[in-house]
């Protein structure tokens, strides 16, 4: 048995919670990773999962087992990082998430620059949803995200911030008029969208100060924010988005921004990383370019959408 392969089974199993998931991640015959786990109980003279026809739970063996195994397989690959040279020099694969536009629109131009300096470099970008992935466990070196991040133990290294604003086109304004409230936004054409294809309500700093959200008409969803910016610039109606979706078309005068004064605060757009001892030196060569690449960035958008405000 090649006990080093069946503890990466087993751990695959432990945290896809099933035979047949830990299957799929890991790209096996799902007879293979049930052998495998057989074999590993067998030599080891102990049960870790108890299986029922419904679930797959971990024994209190297994979990002590996966506690011990897991932090062995992180040694080995650290130890082969090391003898690789990636601490030493940037060179290898870097693996990075970001929401899907601000990837497309700001990510990726930072990456290709990049990859130019760096020709050791291969990089793996996933436009994804905006959370958190278990960065380890899907071998992410680091992730774009947006929004206040709960207290964990990856290392948050603040990118700057995006502003929820909304806009229409000038024709759709001058047509129905510009709303003097969130309470007036309601009463026009909004186009809505997400991903999940359900409405939600617009987020706003109402009158009294305080947020609220305002569930307005929608007489248009869709589930991509380009579909949704496409349907403002033809007259749709107002649209809410991020201020980096917005700025190209603020600044050039097809959109115009709305309701600047019960906008919420502010979004922090921050970097991700696993928390490690030692980081790789990819990563480091990466953050010392893409930092304050998307810190100047970020600050255009800014001086975009503040340039062409429609009161």
Excluded at 274 to 287: D, E, G, L, N, T
Aim: aromatic content about 6%; some cysteine.
């Amino acid at each position: 048995m090649d006990r080093l392969d069946a503890m990466r089974v087993f751990v695959a199993v432990v945290e896809a919670q099933g035979f047949s998931a830990a299957s799929r991640s890991l790209c096996k015959p799902l007879p293979t990773v049930c052998r495998k786990i057989s074999e590993l109980e067998s030599e080891l003279g102990a049960q870790l999962f108890i299986r029922s026809t419904r679930k797959v739970a971990v024994t209190d063996t297994g979990t002590r087992y996966y506690e011990h195994v897991r932090q062995i397989l992180e040694d080995i690959d650290d130890a082969e990082r090391q003898a690789s040279g990636e601490y030493q020099r940037a060179t290898g694969l870097l693996s990075i998430t970001a929401p899907s536009m601000l990837g497309q629109l700001h990510i990726l131009p930072i990456v290709s620059a990049f990859m130019m300096l760096h020709e050791e470099v291969e990089v793996r970008l996933l436009f994804t949803k905006n959370h958190l992935l278990d960065l380890p466990e899907d071998q992410i070196n680091l992730a774009l995200r947006i929004g206040a991040l709960s207290a964990s133990s990856m290392t948050i290294i603040p990118a700057g911030t995006v502003r929820q604003v909304v806009c229409a086109s000038p024709r759709h304004l001058e047509t129905y008029g510009t709303p003097a409230t969130p309470e007036e936004a309601a009463t026009h054409d909004c186009i809505t969208f997400s991903r999940s294809g359900s409405q939600y309500p617009w987020s706003f700093r109402m009158p009294s100060g305080k947020p609220g959200e305002v569930l307005v008409r929608s007489r248009l969803l869709l589930n991509s924010a380009e579909g949704a910016i496409d349907s403002a610039l033809e007259d749709g109606g107002l649209v809410q988005l991020y201020s980096y979706q917005a700025a190209p078309h603020v600044a050039s005068g097809d959109l115009q921004i709305v309701l600047q004064e019960f906008e919420v605060a502010p979004l922090p757009v921050n970097f991700v990383l696993p928390h490690r001892q030692r980081v790789p030196q990819k990563v480091k060569a990466f953050m010392d370019y893409a930092l304050p690449a998307l810190r100047r960035r970020l600050l255009d958008v800014a001086a975009k959408c503040d340039g062409h405000i429609s009161s």
